[in-house]
T-cell receptor
């Protein structure tokens, strides 16, 4: 199997506070994980690529100082939304890359269930 | 920008086959086509992927044209639980790995 979990599943916080979201690959090791954001009725938007033991690579327009990513182990990546504001309210989804025997061309991403963030 | 285009929505009668098309005319020769679906308020679920041969698993079949510029995902006997947004993805190489750029997908509604 290829199971990815996220915690928490939903969180409500006050404006100005920080929120940490965890992403875990439960039955495989993932050197690379990805973080996405999804607003209502829109598609997933890639925020950053998280590599174990190194700095994350952020997509254009994503503030790296606001969305802190740490990938300290082969099974855990965390996303911290710092000084959250109402406009950060969204559905945050992580994925973990699982390599297959066929080589890099067959690597597949498996997604977590998502974390719904509401900033008041 | 996403490297694929899909119709925004489709309806399918329960029990009938659902055929979801995808155009990926700029796909490179060694790149796979991936299909995922997203049921409301959940993370995307992997369905199937393929290179040039037709593929089948317990969830679906994938038909890729000979020129590889388009593909069709087939759900052979759609059920109400198959109602979801279906995404066709061709990865983009970046910094030693591959990333997914999601398009708008096809919203499939299975009707009773």
């Amino acid at each position: 199997g290829a199971v990815v979990s996220q915690h928490p599943s939903r969180v409500i916080c006050k404006s100005g506070t920080s929120v940490k979201i965890e992403c875990r690959s439960l039955d495989f090791q993932a050197t690379t994980m990805f973080w996405y954001r999804q607003f209502p009725k829109q598609s997933l938007m890639l925020m950053a690529t998280s590599n174990e033991g190194s700095k994350a690579t952020y997509e254009q327009g994503v503030e790296k100082d606001k969305f802190l990513i740490n990938h300290a182990s082969l099974t855990l990546s965390t996303l911290t939304v710092t000084s959250a504001h109402p406009e950060d309210s969204s559905f945050y989804i992580c994925s973990a890359r699982k390599g297959l025997a066929g080589g890099p061309y067959q690597e597949t991403q498996y997604f977590g269930p998502g974390t719904r963030l509401l900033v008041l | 920008d996403a490297k694929t285009t899909q119709p925004p929505s489709m309806d399918c009668a329960e029990g009938r086959a659902a055929n979801l098309p995808c155009n990926h005319s700029t796909i490179s020769g060694n790149e796979y086509v991936y299909w995922y679906r997203q049921i409301h308020s959940q993370g995307p679920q992997y369905i199937i992927h393929g290179l040039k041969n037709n593929e089948t698993n317990e969830m679906a079949s994938l038909i890729i044209t000979e020129d590889r510029k388009s593909s069709t995902l087939i759900l052979p006997h759609a059920t109400l639980r198959d109602t979801a947004v279906y995404y066709c993805i061709v990865r983009v190489a970046t910094s030693g790995t591959y990333k997914y750029i999601f398009g708008t997908g096809t919203r499939l509604k299975v009707l009773a």
